[in-house]
């Protein structure tokens, strides 16, 4: 099924922001897997994932694998040989069919794709139905070198929680980098980047979230879908030592322009209330030097770690 590509949360954001067009945004692609695109999944190491666990909260994750656990099937559809990892929100989430949103990134060319669609486990992989496949501009991408790709990943288990310790809240304020999930009713699910100056996010507390909303291609296909449906998920990846930190809960758009007064080059601020914490301890395999910053970055807002 191809759902129509008409998505009214992202023409609402679009015209309160003043950007955009109706054809803008969704309606400009379609759910074909281009050769080139083809191409580029199969060089991938990592997958960055966006869905709803059983109980509806939203939550992003990530999958590994050697060049080439990423391939087509024909156009429209791609096979994953991977699935979540134990204790993943997401590791039982895909035993029948549901939504899912895509972000292909490569950090060593700063290039990145997206996709969404239906995914269903079959076994250890996820075989996706594509329905909407696009590039992506590498603006706020921070260029990293692969240094080693099999590190040994950890068997202690998942801890869960419902706010911040201090160490998150300290990862969380020096991250260049997180991946946000989110869905829609009728419009699938979405995942997609956030980059920054480390201190773009700022911590205001055990349970509270917020960040500047820069300037992108004005798609708003995040925020469209949070117009819609405030529920969303977080990711933040320990790039040196292969740790993941995923949040779920819901955001809010501030349009208030002396909010943003603060926020270097920002349009907008978004804040994120907590609800749930999980964090695994060398989930991925894989471990990443940073060699630069995006170039596009702005100065981070004056912020703290919130006691």
């Given at each position: 099924?191809?759902r129509?590509?008409?998505?009214?949360?992202?023409?609402?954001?679009?015209?309160?922001?003043?950007?955009?067009?109706?054809?803008?945004?969704?309606?400009?692609?379609?759910?074909t897997?281009?050769?080139?695109?083809?191409?580029?999944?199969?060089?991938q190491?990592?997958?960055?994932?966006?869905?709803?666990?059983?109980?509806?909260?939203?939550?992003?994750?990530?999958?590994?694998?050697?060049?080439?656990?990423?391939?087509?099937?024909?156009?429209?559809q791609?096979?994953?040989?991977?699935?979540?990892?134990?204790?993943?929100?997401?590791?039982?989430?895909?035993?029948?069919?549901?939504?899912?949103?895509?972000?292909?990134?490569?950090?060593?060319?700063?290039?990145r794709?997206?996709?969404?669609?239906?995914?269903?486990?079959?076994?250890?992989?996820?075989?996706i139905?594509?329905?909407?496949?696009l590039?992506?501009?590498?603006?706020?991408?921070?260029?990293?070198?692969?240094?080693?790709?099999?590190?040994?990943?950890?068997?202690?288990p998942?801890?869960?929680?419902?706010?911040?310790?201090?160490?998150?809240?300290?990862?969380?304020?020096?991250?260049?980098?997180?991946?946000?999930?989110?869905?829609?009713?009728?419009?699938?699910?979405?995942?997609?980047?956030?980059?920054?100056?480390?201190?773009?996010?700022?911590?205001e507390?055990?349970?509270?979230?917020?960040w500047?909303?820069?300037?992108?291609?004005?798609?708003?296909?995040?925020?469209?879908?949070?117009?819609?449906?405030?529920?969303?998920?977080?990711?933040?990846?320990?790039?040196?030592?292969?740790?993941?930190?995923?949040?779920?809960?819901?955001?809010?758009?501030?349009?208030?322009?002396?909010?943003?007064?603060?926020?270097?080059?920002?349009?907008?601020?978004?804040?994120?209330?907590?609800?749930?914490?999980?964090?695994?301890?060398?989930?991925?395999?894989?471990?990443?030097?940073?060699?630069?910053?995006?170039?596009?970055?702005?100065?981070?807002?004056?912020?703290?770690?919130?006691?």
């Amino acid at each position: 099924m191809i759902r129509s590509p008409h998505h009214e949360g992202e023409q609402a954001v679009q015209r309160r922001a003043g950007e955009g067009h109706p054809g803008w945004g969704s309606p400009m692609f379609d759910n074909t897997v281009r050769p080139g695109f083809a191409a580029f999944l199969r060089e991938q190491r990592m997958l960055f994932l966006g869905a709803a666990d059983a109980d509806g909260a939203v939550w992003a994750s990530v999958l590994t694998g050697a060049a080439g656990f990423v391939d087509t099937v024909d156009p429209h559809q791609v096979v994953v040989d991977a699935a979540p990892v134990p204790g993943d929100p997401l590791a039982d989430a895909f035993t029948a069919p549901r939504d899912l949103g895509v972000l292909a990134l490569d950090p060593r060319t700063i290039r990145r794709i997206r996709l969404s669609g239906v995914a269903r486990r079959q076994g250890g992989r996820l075989r996706i139905a594509t329905e909407q496949v696009l590039g992506n501009c590498p603006k706020y991408l921070q260029q990293r070198e692969l240094v080693e790709s099999d590190a040994p990943v950890g068997d202690a288990p998942a801890a869960v929680r419902h706010e911040l310790g201090r160490q998150e809240r300290q990862w969380i304020a020096e991250a260049d980098t997180f991946f946000i999930a989110s869905r829609a009713p009728g419009h699938g699910a979405d995942a997609s980047h956030r980059g920054g100056e480390p201190g773009f996010v700022t911590v205001e507390g055990p349970r509270r979230l917020s960040w500047p909303d820069y300037p992108g291609n004005s798609f708003y296909m995040t925020l469209g879908n949070l117009s819609l449906d405030a529920a969303c998920g977080l990711l933040f990846l320990d790039w040196e030592r292969g740790h993941t930190l995923q949040l779920t809960g819901r955001a809010r758009i501030d349009w208030d322009p002396d909010r943003r007064t603060a926020l270097p080059g920002a349009l907008r601020r978004i804040e994120f209330d907590v609800e749930r914490v999980v964090t695994i301890d060398r989930a991925v395999p894989h471990r990443w030097a940073l060699m630069a910053r995006s170039r596009f970055n702005p100065p981070p807002p004056a912020s703290c770690v919130a006691p």
